[in-house]
């Protein structure tokens, strides 16, 4: 299936490792150009370099930014304007906010992962849809987490934030669908990143056992009987970004091989 990619201009934010880092490498494949952000250059330029060599493709760029500052994401956007000229595809990506309970929380918590896990979002948008509006075509994605079907115990702010993008990206999605917009959120369940080795570590430390038996636990719980990979995660992305999907909108899919129980 040819996926209509090929020199199409793909912004990939939190990008220097991770799931956003899998999706770029993954939009690479298809030809895309690619540009990668990260709060540090040198993460970030060593992901670019990285997906070139495995990619073969050398239109992979790299550009700092910190999704919790809107000065940052509006200069981001600046410097692939006066690069490329357009944006085609959006990927919308930051780290998970800080994990704990209700009571674990101050009012500089819950103001944090609004800035970082919400209107980061917003304002991301808020820059491309310009360019998208103008060319007629345009595709945003959102990583959410598993989190938008079934709250997750000990992840009270994502939980919270999360919700809220998909709202605002069911919203959005409506409105800009006669533009040729597509806007989608994908979830991760359990796949084999940073993040979930972070809580299966704070899971081991609270119950009192080891990160393996933890895992091991974890994986019995999932029908497909393993964690997922982030290539896996990627190419859910990558098909609901390309020009092969010219449907599914306003949609919240959850990529964890069959773990949850949610309808």
Same mark, same amino acid.
């Given at each position: 299936?040819?996926?209509?990619?090929? +020199?199409?201009?793909?912004?990939?934010?939190?990008?220097? %490792?991770?799931?956003?880092?899998? !999706?770029?490498?993954?939009?690479? %494949?298809?030809?895309?150009?690619?540009?990668?952000?990260?709060?540090?250059?040198?993460?970030?330029?060593?992901?670019?370099? +990285?997906?070139?060599?495995?990619?073969?493709?050398?239109?992979?760029?790299? *550009?700092? !930014?910190?999704?919790?500052? =809107?000065?940052?994401?509006?200069?981001?956007?600046? %410097?692939?304007?006066?690069?490329?000229?357009?944006?085609?595809?959006?990927?919308?990506?930051?780290?998970?906010?800080?994990?704990?309970?209700?009571?674990?929380?101050?009012?500089?918590?819950?103001?944090?992962? *609004?800035?970082?896990?919400?209107?980061?979002?917003?304002?991301? !948008?808020? +820059?491309?849809?310009?360019?998208?509006?103008? #060319? #007629?075509?345009?595709?945003? &994605?959102?990583?959410?987490?598993?989190?938008?079907? +079934?709250? &997750?115990?000990?992840? &009270?702010?994502?939980?919270?934030?999360?919700?809220?993008?998909?709202?605002?990206?069911?919203?959005?999605?409506?409105?800009?669908?006669?533009?040729?917009?597509?806007?989608?959120?994908?979830?991760?369940?359990?796949?084999?990143?940073?993040?979930?080795?972070?809580?299966?570590?704070?899971?081991?430390?609270?119950?009192?056992?080891?990160?393996?038996?933890?895992?091991?636990?974890?994986?019995?719980?999932?029908?497909?009987?393993?964690?997922?990979?982030?290539?896996?995660? =990627?190419?859910?992305?990558? *098909?609901?970004?390309?020009?092969?999907?010219?449907?599914?909108?306003?949609?919240? &899919?959850?990529?964890?091989?069959?773990?949850? %129980?949610?309808?």
């Amino acid at each position: 299936m040819d996926l209509g990619l090929k +020199e199409k201009v793909v912004v990939v934010m939190a990008s220097s %490792k991770g799931l956003g880092k899998a !999706c770029a490498l993954e939009f690479a %494949k298809e030809g895309a150009i690619v540009v990668l952000s990260s709060r540090r250059q040198e993460s970030v330029d060593a992901a670019a370099e +990285e997906i070139r060599t495995e990619s073969g493709n050398e239109q992979v760029h790299a *550009f700092t !930014c910190d999704m919790s500052q =809107a000065d940052d994401i509006k200069q981001l956007f600046h %410097k692939v304007d006066e690069q490329f000229g357009r944006i085609d595809v959006l990927v919308n990506n930051t780290g998970g906010p800080k994990a704990g309970g209700f009571d674990d929380m101050s009012d500089d918590d819950w103001y944090s992962a *609004f800035d970082q896990n919400l209107l980061s979002y917003i304002r991301t !948008c808020r +820059e491309v849809l310009p360019y998208m509006k103008g #060319q #007629q075509f345009g595709r945003i &994605i959102n990583i959410s987490s598993s989190s938008t079907k +079934e709250v &997750i115990d000990g992840l &009270i702010l994502s939980n919270t934030m999360r919700a809220g993008m998909v709202g605002f990206a069911k919203t959005l999605s409506r409105e800009v669908a006669g533009d040729n917009i597509l806007v989608n959120t994908v979830g991760p369940g359990k796949i084999s990143t940073d993040r979930v080795a972070e809580l299966t570590q704070a899971t081991a430390d609270r119950q009192g056992l080891s990160p393996e038996e933890v895992l091991e636990h974890t994986e019995a719980q999932i029908p497909s009987g393993r964690l997922g990979e982030p290539a896996e995660f =990627a190419r859910t992305v990558v *098909f609901l970004a390309s020009a092969a999907n010219s449907y599914v909108t306003g949609q919240s &899919i959850v990529v964890d091989g069959g773990f949850l %129980k949610a309808l």
